[in-house]
């Protein structure tokens, strides 16, 4: 039997990245032989990282430079690799002070000796001691033979001497013997601009390219092809780089490549030029991101997801955000064309009813139902209508920018999630604390197996009389039936509720409250508690104290767990198609992380557990990776009446 407590009723739904200019380019030394790393500037507020569990934070910069880095130094002390990273990272974040003797230490033990010079140097470099750094990467050079990084990163130091001739000759000879590094290519085409202005930069790539080996100088030729509107000349370029580049092509080819076609509106050639070559694990979200945004755009939405459901498979923190976006924009893409987009669709597709009884995470077989004590007494049954919204006033309006397009979708798919999370709550509500039975009843588009099947929201208010056919189209007829519509068109919001008792159609109440979007705990926990009270349902004597709803800042984490659940439980039902599902490792991670929050919170914990149940048939692996974690949680974090229950 399903554990399930969702029942389908049938009756009778970032921008492209683009690599900064030459100037740009130039202005940053060239840290590495190969790794430029992040050059943007340093956050003010603090460094961004991530704890052992995957979550962000962000620490104050004083905090990381007094305790955080010493110890990260001390840690990498006697392995090159992992202090380089650390030195290189603490550059990027403004701490050049603070890794003097690292660096140092580093050029003497690094085994990979230009490396270590090169550190040492852009170090001294930047601290200002230009004789010193002149004579380390000079005394390198002499020692151990010419290297373009050592090279290019002398010529910073002769630049910053006002060495102009030797500048520019000791410039040269690195890009000689490695013509694609990417600081000192880009520096050498904005000098030769500085002199003589685009075509002498445009002639200064040329000479690069005719260098053996060279691939960057063609990616900036075609990059000021297409500036000039002429692509056929930008794809010579772009094919005679790709021919001359190792393989696997690296990843800020691709990035620049795909960036500038992007950028310029060539989607269907940056496709062509681009997936041949991407490889996940290699080129990651930088190249991943411009893939996945032009597939969205041309239409080819099963390609976009695969593509970020390889990425997502790495469980990168710092990718899960902007996965999480794209997700969802494929979600409301897929959503649109099933709900009639394309021609044909919707005469395929009829209205019927989700029919969630009690708690979402507390389905009728769930053993973790004992935990909340069974109800001794019969009250009346309640059905909570849901699925209908009135959308904000400017969603009226064609958008301003495509900023404003992306903003308004995003508000418009909350809103579309909080019509069924707030009747799943209510229902949850009403079932937990009164001596009533409460359920939540949403529409569902049911069509052809495999091409329709998903939620509905309706901008009309549900007509009392289509309220109560709905609450008693089974068997499980209600006593009392509320539909539940929210008013999005200002803000606060406000969520309107109509009580009428089922057996003659009578309206014999009404609710209104106003909430906050962004905080909605005040508004809605009041709302349930009317809405109970109107009801004139008793309170029950259960085990009540062990149901706690998340509050505060978890409040809004729960509802959307709420809605996740429901999504989760409504893709393992017969009939629905693959891709009505997104986000699988979002709704893994959300779940866990509220039960992380509330360590302490049953409900928190039941809800993880139950949506890793409804996890396993969809994406086994996934679910079996998360089993891990929750198991880690129990044991730093143990509820033993939960585990106990599950265990039986």
Known sequence: MSRDNVVSIKPEPEDINVPASIAEIAASPDLTPQEAGDQSQPPVDGIRAFDEQGREILVPREEWSTNVLPNMILQAWDQPDQLYMVILNSLNDGFA??????????????????????????????????????????????????????????????????????????????????????????????????????????????????????????????RGLLNGNNLDGAKVYYNEALERAPKPIPGDFLMQMSGDLGGHGYLRELLEFT??????????????????????????????DEIRRALDAFNRPDWRQPLAFWDQEIGRQRAARAAGTQPGTAQDVQLGMLRVDGPIWLPLQSPARKLFGQKTTAGPSVTFLGGTAEAPEEAQTAPTSPEAAQSMAETLDALGRLTRALPLFLAEQVEM???????????????????????????QRWPDEVAVQSANADANKSDYVVSVHIDAEVEPWTADLAFVRTSDGTRIGELSQEFNVANPEEGLRALAAETIELLGAASWSGDSAQYHVPDATDFTAY???????????????????????????????GALDLARAEPHNMVARVLLIETLVAMRPIRPELAQEFAQQVEALATTHPLPTVTAAFSA
Not at 278 to 288: D, K, M, N, S, Y
Not at 449 to 458: D, E, L, N, Y
Not at 560 to 589: D, H, K, S, T, Y
């Open 97 to 222: 002070t603070e890794v003097i003797a690292a660096a140092e230490h580093l050029a003497e033990t690094d085994t990979i000796p230009a490396r270590g010079a090169c550190m040492w140097g852009i170090v001294l470099l930047q601290q200002g001691r230009l004789d010193e750094a002149e004579s380390l990467l000079a005394g390198f050079t002499e020692k151990n033979g010419e290297d373009a990084s050592v090279l290019t990163n002398l010529a910073k130091v002769y630049a910053a001497q006002d060495k102009q001739e030797l500048t520019e000759s000791t410039l040269w000879r690195a890009l000689e013997l490695e013509p694609n590094l990417d600081n000192g290519l880009g520096w050498y085409a904005s000098m030769a601009q500085e002199r003589g202005g685009d075509q002498a930069a445009a002639d200064a790539l040329e000479r690069i390219r005719q260098l053996p080996g060279s691939w960057r100088a063609q990616l900036w030729l075609a």
């Open 275 to 304: 997936i041949p070559h991407f490889v996940p694990e290699l080129h990651g979200l930088a190249v991943g991101n411009n893939l996945i945004k032009a597939c969205i755009d041309t239409g080819n939405l099963d390609p976009a």
């Open 433 to 459: 604390l009164a001596a009533a039975s409460g359920r939540a009843m949403l529409p569902w588009a049911v069509g052809a197996p495999g091409r329709a099947g998903g939620f509905v929201v309706s901008g």
């Open 559 to 589: 509802l959307q767990r709420l809605e996740q659940l429901l999504a989760l439980r409504c893709a393992g039902m017969e009939g629905v198609p693959p891709q009505f599902l997104n986000g699988e490792r979002e709704i893994m991670n």
